[in-house]
């Protein structure tokens, strides 16, 4: 069964303080996907990125960047810079698709609720 | 472009109540559709999904049932609230896999 895990239950940081959120998985499948979601107070989740298990290449996004190691099952999230606005619960989800039967279910971690103090 | 409405926003009701929540999405056809639950503010639970018209797949038994009666709506009920009904309801829709999911905004459902 896969599984994702979100270690960091709460970060706290000072604006303009770089953070990173790490997330480990598990999975049997060679073929699979991986998301971050941002949750801010509001309540609906955004989404950020998807990257699949072939694409292993980092990817960034203005302050936003994120490293994929399949060596050691992690999709950790950077933001560079933070600020008060990116306070909010961040998810990291897999999806497996395998013979195409995983018809995009998604496990989600615990997420990390990151405050950034001004 | 696609957008997804989910309503109510808020919700009370009392134990042994009734429940319908509704959800619907725009400019897409045969989308496939969640239904998830947010316990406490954290973890999101897949409770049903749906590739088409009244089928409907449920991920965990509960007092919960989905009906997906049009293409582009997906509906969760309940006969008897429970007091561990209570959460936040996010209704999701992804064009085929492996897209990602595009959320609705939620209903927060309290049960008294």
């Known amino acids: 069964a896969q599984k994702v895990t979100q270690a960091q239950t709460e970060i706290s940081v000072v604006e303009k303080e770089d953070v990173t959120l790490d997330c480990v998985y598990e999975t049997r499948d060679t073929t699979y996907y991986l998301f971050w979601y941002k949750q801010p107070p509001s309540g609906e989740l955004v989404f950020l990125i998807r990257r699949n298990s072939f694409d292993e290449q980092n990817e960034i996004s203005g302050r936003y960047s994120w490293n994929f190691q399949k060596s050691t099952s992690s999709f950790n999230f950077t933001i560079t810079a933070s600020q008060v606005v990116d306070s909010a619960v961040y998810f990291c989800a897999l999806s497996e698709a395998e013979g195409g039967t995983s018809y995009g279910k998604l496990t989600f971690g615990q997420g990390t609720i990151l405050t950034v103090h001004p | ?112």
């Open chain 2, 1 to 112: 472009s696609q957008t997804i409405h989910q309503w109510p926003a808020t919700l009370v009701q009392p134990v042994g109540s009734p429940l319908s929540l509704e959800c619907t999405v725009e400019g897409t056809s045969n989308p496939n559709l969640y239904w998830y639950r947010q316990a406490a503010g954290r973890g999101l639970q897949l409770l049903f999904y749906s590739v088409g018209i009244g089928q409907i797949s449920s991920e965990v038994p509960q007092n919960l049932s989905a009906s997906r009666p049009q293409d582009r709506q997906f509906i969760l009920s309940s006969k008897k609230l429970l007091l561990s009904d209570s959460g936040f309801y996010l209704c999701a829709w992804s064009s085929m896999d492996p897209q990602p999911q595009h959320f609705g905004d939620g209903t927060r459902l309290s049960i008294l």
